[in-house]
Nanobody
Framework: QVQLVESGGGLVQPGGSLRLSCAAS????????MGWYRQAPGKQREMVAH???????GYVDSVKGRFTISRDNAKNTVYLQMNSLKPEDTAVYFC?????????WGQGTQVTVSS
């Protein structure tokens, strides 16, 4: 089994920053994709950012230029640096990793952007 532990969520004012972390442990072979989804109340879960083992990155349009994903393969950890946060970024953020065709998810961390 693979376990993912997230940290870094919280309450921040509009325009502020947060950094999310997600560390994978357990029966880890070769992690391919690592990334983040989010789900706001009443909305579907959406992909926020992802990065392949080779370093290719992708972002949803609404966060481009504000969020940056990075990963440390030696530590099996993925990060999401979130700047210029907006109220519409409020959601539960879930990290994930893929090993082959199998996906593993974190428990989610709440991010609330409010004044």
């Amino acid at each position: 089994q693979v376990q993912l532990v997230e940290s870094g969520g919280g309450l921040v004012q509009p325009g502020g920053s947060l950094r999310l972390s997600c560390a994978a442990s357990g029966s880890i072979g070769s992690i391919y994709d690592m990334g983040w989804y989010r789900q706001a109340p009443g909305k579907q879960r959406e992909m926020v950012a992802h990065e392949t083992r080779g370093g290719s990155r992708g972002y949803v349009d609404s966060v481009k230029g504000r969020f940056t994903i990075s990963r440390d393969n030696a530590k099996n950890t993925v990060y999401l640096q979130m700047n210029s946060l907006k109220p519409e970024d409020t959601a539960v953020y879930f990290c994930y990793v893929t090993l082959g065709i199998q996906w593993y998810w974190g428990q989610g961390t709440q991010v609330t952007v409010s004044s």
